[in-house]
């Protein structure tokens, strides 16, 4: 049953946070306007630590956006290498002289992942290995950023929240294989967008660990007799804490990685290569007698699918992976004469290339 109601007024969502603020006068809010898929800008970086720049290390931090998932989690992720920052500049010095202490448990820069996932899983991008090598201790920084992402992630990730950053990549990689070429092409996009993200949150991760250093080691005057520890390091309060220089500033001083990212986010196998050898009696087979030989053909490209694909678990999934696979072989080996008339039937769309909507064994 429909029916309709005169608004006679509407409250902002500003509104709603001055009005909370009546009832928790200690409450900050700030709104920054992050794409869903794509990294933050350098600048919104800056926002949100200016933001958490003068709170206690234990101040609650509570993130969220429209739908819960993507740019939450960023967000929540930036957050709380913020909050690494304020503990390592803060206590790491303190701990030091404590007799005994396992300074080791403090350290997140010697985070491991589990070593038996894929690669892709555990965010080894090409673009990223390159950072890794390429930035000041980026080995650690990736570390400290993975460490972080985990535990932000799915409880089937070992995390406590909802979106697994690094590893949704991965699994958006896998589904690509089986989506039809539209899908592709959007798949593909994010899938980038992603891996910028990724990217980025590490050289964020980064920038910290360097304010960090300089916090502890390179302390303003007035503030060095009150915060100077007896080993010469600083130990200031997280509430007391600035930072050397914007975001914005560390990657102006750090401007390569920007084109490196640009030109490395795309530096992904999209498809698997068949083997040479299988791809070379195919066409073997095509050229001596394309029409004769179909048996053949058809057999031996789903056989080379079957042993291709193994590596994903049965099911439908699989299944379309092989079909687009065997779809491309064919065309790919198709007579000059013979695939000009395919080309053309496709585009009339009077048959589709994709041998998912014809199966055949």
């Known amino acids: 049953k429909e029916s309709e109601l005169e608004v006679k007024d509407i409250t902002s969502l500003s509104a709603v946070i001055e009005g909370l603020k009546a009832k928790f006068p200690g409450l900050v809010h700030m709104r920054v306007p992050v794409c869903n898929s794509a990294a933050p800008l350098e600048t919104d970086f800056d926002i949100i630590c200016n933001t958490l720049l003068g709170s206690n290390i234990n101040t609650p931090v509570i993130v969220s956006d429209q739908v819960g998932l993507s740019r939450a989690t960023t967000g ?24 005994g202490m396992n300074l080791g448990l403090l350290k997140m820069d010697t985070y491991k992942m589990d070593m038996s996932k894929d690669a892709l899983f555990r965010g080894e991008f090409e673009v990223v290995k390159e950072l890794v090598t390429t930035m000041k201790d ?22 406590t929240g909802i979106k697994q950053l690094r590893e949704n990549i991965a699994e958006s990689k896998l589904s690509y294989e089986i989506m039809d070429d539209a899908a592709q092409a959007f798949l593909k996009a994010k899938i980038m967008d992603n891996i910028h993200k990724y990217f ?15 916090a502890r080691n390179i302390c303003a005057d007035d503030l060095k007799e009150k915060v100077t520890l007896t ?25 390569g990685l920007r084109d490196l990212i640009e030109r490395g986010k795309g530096n992904l196998q999209w498809e698997r290569d068949i083997p040479p050898e299988a791809l070379a009696s195919l066409e073997a087979l095509a050229a001596k007698d394309f029409t ?49 008339q395919v080309e053309d039937l496709i585009e009339k769309k009077e048959i589709t290339l994709d041998l998912y909507e014809y199966p055949l064994a």
């Open 200 to 214: 980025f949150l590490i050289v964020f991760s980064g920038y910290m660990r360097e304010a960090g250093e300089q």
């Open 76 to 99: 929540c992720v930036i957050a709380c290498l913020f909050k690494e920052f304020q503990i390592s500049a803060s206590f790491e010095g303190l701990v030091e002289t404590v007799p």
């Open 231 to 255: 080993g010469g390091k600083c130990a200031i309060p997280g509430n007391e804490l600035k930072l050397p220089k914007t975001f914005v500033q560390f990657m102006e001083e750090n401007s």
């Open 138 to 159: 980026g080995e650690a920084a990736k570390n400290v950023c993975d460490k972080v992402i985990d535990k932000n992630g799915t409880k089937k990730t070992g995390g």
């Open 292 to 340: 004769g030989n179909l048996g053949k053909i058809i057999h031996d490209t789903y056989q080379t699918a079957r042993v291709m694909f193994c590596d994903m678990p049965q099911g439908d999934h699989k299944k379309r992976a092989k079909y687009r696979f065997a779809s491309k072989t064919l065309m790919r080996i198709l007579p000059a004469k013979m695939k000009t």
